[in-house]
């Protein structure tokens, strides 16, 4: 019973608003475009339909106004490397699992998908783990409240899209897999060697297309999915750390023609060029800590410095939990003060991590006709007090400071879910 009373509380509707949404008074952030001071936001039915200045956007008759005077109005953050929603990936059983789906390990109603949605994410993309050289494949998601996986991720159809991106990584984690690559130099070659016989295979495949006379060669769960690497229809999340790894996974994806995020690259600053010159994407994560694995140990504050003045593009993640989604909106406010440029720090949380993932045309900035998923902040985004204060998505409030269960969320610790039960339970037995 305590549960049932507990989902109610959470429950909101999935269904884009029929009614207008005007968000008028406060300053716009649309990353794609200059700040507009006192501007005008319009959404309906889950997408944007208008943005501009006060007196020059026209607010729909019947529209629901809210007055955001004072509060700053900026895209949805974009998660590019996340592992919330407890799910796990590929197993100690061999250092290579393209086959496995992190879709099929994810809890769409867990408690750090909700977390991140008070740190201001409205998409993620949920990663199995970096302990082998391929993991398996990733899944992009928008943070909805939903009961199901289907509710959560961009594909529609699991069984003919493609949900996701592919995890692989190299360097200190991925050579201890079991059984153990054991060397740098081996962890190269076993994925060298997996994907000829990907190719051979795509072969293989290509002449029974054109002669269904033949036999179809047998199906390979694992070869299939890297034939979506090859074909350009899945994009490799690429952990590596040092720079000579950062090197072998450019070559890697230059030898086999594969679309690739470089995402953590610690020591990117020491190959900034060579990156740019590999037209590869990063995504890094700001550590503020001392402590941690000896191959980071050379992450400096401004890496995202140097690779912003190379001309690389460059987005933030949280590696959550290595940095707790709540507090994501801070790695902007670092990269500023490490030299970035305030709006390519603004970029790196909204428009290049969706570029990345492949869903730039729908989320990232505030324009029209994209999707109506944006942040209210109570402050300048880069601001020490800045809070969000509410996170829409689709068009829909699911964030809420000023809601006590959202708020909750927003500051409780990793057991919000039970202390949520407990407390209503407690209420049911003193009302009774």
Known sequence: MRYLLLASLL????????????????????ISGSPIMNGVLVVHQGRITAVG??????????????DVTGKFVMPGLVDTHSHIGGGDGGDQSGPIHPAVRILDAI?????????AR???ITTANIMPGSGLLMSGQTAYVKLRDGNTIYDLLYCRDVQTEICGGMKMANGTNSIGAS???????????????????AQEYQRR??????????????RDLELEALIEVLDGRRTVHFHTHRHDDILTALRLAQEFGFRIVLQHVSEAWKVANEIRAANAPASIIVIDAPGGKLEAMDLLPDNGRVLEEAGVQVAFHTDDGITDSRFFLRSAALGVRFGMSREGALRAMTLA??????????????????????????????SIYARVEQTWIDGLKLF????????????GGYNVTRDLATHVHAGMEGHH
């Open 11 to 30: 429950a909101l509707p999935l269904a884009a608003q029929d009614t207008p949404q005007a968000f008028t008074g406060g300053t716009i952030i649309p």
């Open 53 to 66: 200045a006060v007196g020059q956007v026209p607010i729909p008759a019947g529209a629901q106004v809210h």
């Open 107 to 115: 809890d769409a109603r867990h408690d750090r998908i909700r977390t």
């Open 118 to 120: 008070a740190g201001g």
């Open 179 to 197: 059984p153990r690559p054991g060397t740098r130099a081996r962890s190269a070659m076993l994925v060298r060697a997996r994907f000829v016989a």
């Open 205 to 218: 495949l290509a002449e029974w297309r054109a002669d269904t006379t033949k036999a179809r060669p047998a």
């Open 353 to 382: 991590p969706a570029h990345m993932l492949g869903l730039g045309d729908r989320i990232g900035s505030l324009e029209v006709g994209k999707d109506a998923d944006f942040i209210i902040l109570s402050a300048d985004p880069l």
């Open 400 to 411: 809420d400071l000023s809601n006590p269960t959202h708020r909750a969320y927003a500051e």
